[in-house]
């Protein structure tokens, strides 16, 4: 039990005659030290300079504490260790490790500090298209959303034969009167329902949207920027799209059909889909019935809509009968039946699409991409995509310097939690900055094994062959 307490010191009882005594008063002590690795990820991947691009800054030169490239790293780093509130950076400007991030270990003016705090992060973040008096910082969306998808391309040392683009919204929920915010009937909430693309773990659209509209609007613009820009590096890679019900489209299938991409969407089910496969229904009931267990059938037909479908397309259906009543489902695609039979289709290709919620569930849960509480749209989205590109620098130290170790799939938080969050005194000299980390990190061994990786990774990039 404590025993004496002030505002500065407390006191924690005795551990074998000795007095246990808490203070913040280390001095250069941070809890970040991992997030070396956050800056040897950046300097192999060349994400912060080349984010802070997308920016235009209008002050003047000689009245500037903090560049954008500063601004736009700090925000991202604390991002991704754990840090979503602007708030917290009025504390974190003072951190060693922030400086040493961001290659400012003192301020050109007293009342400054090495990073900028909240008000100026703030402006950065409320930054508008255009220039004004009170914001002179400002973004260029169409760059930055083109640069997920280079960072995206730049991460494979070779065109690959196929890639499976993988799309879907989801509710991002409003707790104020932010702008575009609607009511959603299927997720009960107000809310924003942002359009996510994927290829397995990287991130290519974060495409912030209000709830008053369906979930494949605007997919049909977003997939031809996209796939416009990897063409122009992968001209023979194939491409398929993969979606649930929700966009199951006639101008998105249309657009796939007419520019050579092929597709995959989930079908809602209705009456005369259910009635293609009652034959196959009424087999695995009786097959259930005898054996006790779930059973399934697969068919395959051309099935177009009485009004809405252009043409006739391939539809494959699951005929599924589990816990004493039918299950049927659908997937309407391009692949043909000699590519790609019915049961590997829909379980092995189709079912697949499931990863994709974890990668949201990263972005949001691990990364705060749900902290969408600014007034306007544009500020949310361009918070958005700060969330967005912490999630591409910690998945690009996952894939280059994690691969093989025992965090070669963990999440980003499990990342930020055993890798980032370390505890060590700074001592910086007239020579060298120490950075003396906690002896018993449990995780030493392959932190060093990714800062090896990553500094190898950085050379290669900056003298590539």
């Avoid at 991030?101 to 255009?130: H, I, Q």
């Avoid at 809509?305 to 005929?319: D, P």
């Avoid at 972005?363 to 958005?384: E, G, K, P």
């Avoid at 965090?407 to 001592?427: D, E, M, P």
């Amino acid at each position: 039990m404590p025993t004496e307490c002030s505002a500065e010191h407390f006191d924690f009882g005795t551990v074998e005659g000795r007095a246990v005594e808490a203070a913040f008063d280390g001095g250069l002590v941070s809890s970040d030290a991992g997030a070396l690795l956050l800056g040897a990820t950046d300097r192999a991947i060349g994400l912060i300079d080349r984010f802070a691009a997308c920016f235009h800054d209008e002050r003047r030169e000689d009245l500037i504490e903090h560049e954008v490239a500063t601004l736009v790293g700090q925000r991202v780093f604390g991002i991704a260790l754990g840090y979503e509130d602007l708030n917290d950076h009025d504390e974190l400007r003072h951190d060693p490790l922030m400086a040493v991030l961001a290659g400012k270990l003192a301020a050109r003016r007293e009342d400054c500090a090495p990073v900028a705090g909240k008000s100026t992060l703030n402006r950065l973040e409320l930054s508008k298209l255009e220039p004004t008096r009170y914001h002179k910082i400002s973004h260029n969306p169409m760059a930055i959303k083109n640069l997920l998808v280079d960072l995206f391309v730049e991460a494979h040392a070779r065109p690959p034969k196929q890639i499976i683009l993988d799309l879907d919204a989801t509710d991002d929920p409003l707790h104020g009167e932010q702008e575009g915010r609607f009511f959603h009937g299927y997720y009960d909430c107000y809310c924003y329902l942002p359009l996510y693309v994927f290829c397995g773990r990287h991130l290519l659209v974060a495409k912030l949207r209000s709830a008053d509209m369906d979930a494949a609007a605007g997919a049909v613009e977003e997939v031809a920027r996209v796939i416009a820009r990897i063409r122009a590096r992968w001209p023979r890679t194939r491409i398929l799209l993969r979606a649930d019900s929700g966009f199951a489209r006639e101008d998105l299938m249309a657009w796939c059909e007419g520019n050579g991409v092929d597709f995959l969407f989930g079908l809602a089910r209705n009456e005369r889909l259910v009635a293609e496969i009652a034959t196959e229904l009424d087999l695995v009931a009786a097959k259930s019935r005898r054996s006790g267990r779930p059973e399934r059938r697969f068919k395959t037909f051309m099935w177009t809509t009485r009004r809405t479908w252009s043409r006739r397309r391939r539809v494959v259906a699951k005929a599924e009968w589990t816990k004493g009543e039918a299950n049927p489902r659908f997937v309407v695609t391009s692949l043909r039946r000699d590519e790609c039979k019915a049961k590997y289709l829909y379980e092995k290709v189709y079912c697949a699409r499931g990863e994709m919620e974890n990668r949201i569930k990263e972005c949001q849960l691990d990364l705060y991409a749900d902290r969408t509480s600014a007034a306007t749209m544009r500020a949310n989205q361009l918070r958005l995509w700060f969330y967005s590109m912490a999630y591409v620098l910690l998945c690009a130290l996952r894939r280059i310097g994690l691969r093989d170790t025992d965090f070669a799939n963990a999440t980003c938080g499990t990342i930020r939690l055993k890798l980032l969050k370390i505890g060590a005194l700074v001592r910086v000299s007239v020579r060298r900055i120490r950075i003396a980390m906690a002896s018993a990190c449990p995780a030493a061994q392959d932190w060093g094994r990714a800062a090896i990786r990553l500094a190898i990774a950085a050379i290669a990039r900056a003298s590539p062959a």
